[in-house]
């Protein structure tokens, strides 16, 4: 594991990348791929949370991740250590991931058994949210640590995820964090979000959000 | 302390973000100004630590401060909970301040008096650290929970600040962060970044920051 692939990924040259990530979409469907994008501020626990939820489901579907960064592959080494497919994309400084920059990623992925793609998109929770990658659902991390404000700030993100996964919950009690408020302010953003509330580290909530891949991924076939 | 000003920023016209930066700079000087961009991740305690050192330091300095956010105007009214001049500036989006948006909400704050000026930048470790606000020295926030390994990950922003600020070392043993580790990835990034770990929430480190600030703004003068 101490090799992973680094892919340079280049800044994409479609027109329109809505259009570009609908196409993506589609073909991804035709092929049986669920394509999940992951977004979060740095450090809310994304790869973490990945490594959890691979544990418990990587005998069920073949996974594949792409770990979006601007430098460095450590997360893709993590990932490579639960033993599925993991690859590092090199963002060549850029803040966010479109549809045509996906899609070089998944050409390095796909090999022709993927079930299971999932994107960890660079650690922002502004830009990467103004850009369809063409994923088949959108999902976020908060954790604890950043406050229940923060839906209040980054509306777009907030507005455009499925799901909202609440991390760090094990040091709630630490933090002046009202679990019941963020709710209220997630939902103000997105009424059709769904929450759960999850600790990496302890893991908690992670049969959740493994149950609720599960069943997105058989709506998807 | 009900209503704050809300500012609408506009999209930057200058040809050259640099230049136009240096400008700034430059007649901030001559106007005895110090600018101070603070940056961090979203939620990693920028607001609650310029509280805090605003405290410390009210009485010496008259003291103006600019909260960028692409909505809500929470942070500017828990700055003027301090006494101090605090405005709310919308990006409209933008996922960071250029020299020209800086520009615009400095002439909203300055109103002949300001001695020590703050930007508290948008959220986020990518985009902001691209652009230069004009500021006469550039700060961030990495807080504990984020994890040593964010020099590695975001190599600009740490590379630009002439001060790293570590919080929320209050809740260090409950997160895997390795102090000594952090150091060595950031001063690999600028072997002259100043690195303070701070508390906002206990205060622990607070005087150190008010130091370096008062020791900058003695050497603008």
């Excluded at 544990?55 to 592959?73: P, Q, T």
Aim: hydrophobic share 40%; aromatic share 4%.
């Amino acid at each position: 594991m101490d090799q992973v692939k680094i892919i340079e990924i280049k800044r994409s040259v479609y027109e329109s990348n809505d259009r570009e990530a609908d196409r993506l979409r589609a073909e991804l469907k035709e092929k049986g791929v669920f394509l999940l994008n992951l977004m979060s501020s740095p450090g809310s626990g994304k790869t973490t949370t990945l490594k959890k939820t691979i544990e418990l489901i990587k005998d069920e579907f073949r996974i594949g991740v792409m770990e979006a960064d601007i430098d460095s592959d450590v997360d893709a080494k993590a990932i490579a250590g639960t033993g599925v497919k993991a690859i590092q994309l090199h963002t060549g400084g850029m803040c966010h991931l479109d549809a045509g920059m996906t899609r070089q990623g998944l050409d390095e992925l796909i090999d022709g058994e993927i079930e299971l793609a999932i994107l960890e998109n660079v650690g922002n929770l502004v830009c990467p949210a103004e850009f369809d990658t063409g994923a088949t659902k959108n999902a976020m991390i908060l954790s604890v640590p950043e406050g229940h404000d923060k839906p209040l700030k980054y509306p777009l993100m907030f507005t455009i995820c499925d799901l909202v996964l609440i991390n760090k919950m094990d040091v709630c009690g630490y933090f002046d964090f009202d679990l019941e408020e963020c709710r209220k302010n997630i939902l103000m953003r997105n009424p059709n979000a769904k929450i759960i509330p999850i600790s990496a580290k302890t893991g908690e909530g992670i049969d959740r959000f493994a149950d609720w891949l599960r069943e997105e991924i058989k709506k998807n076939r």
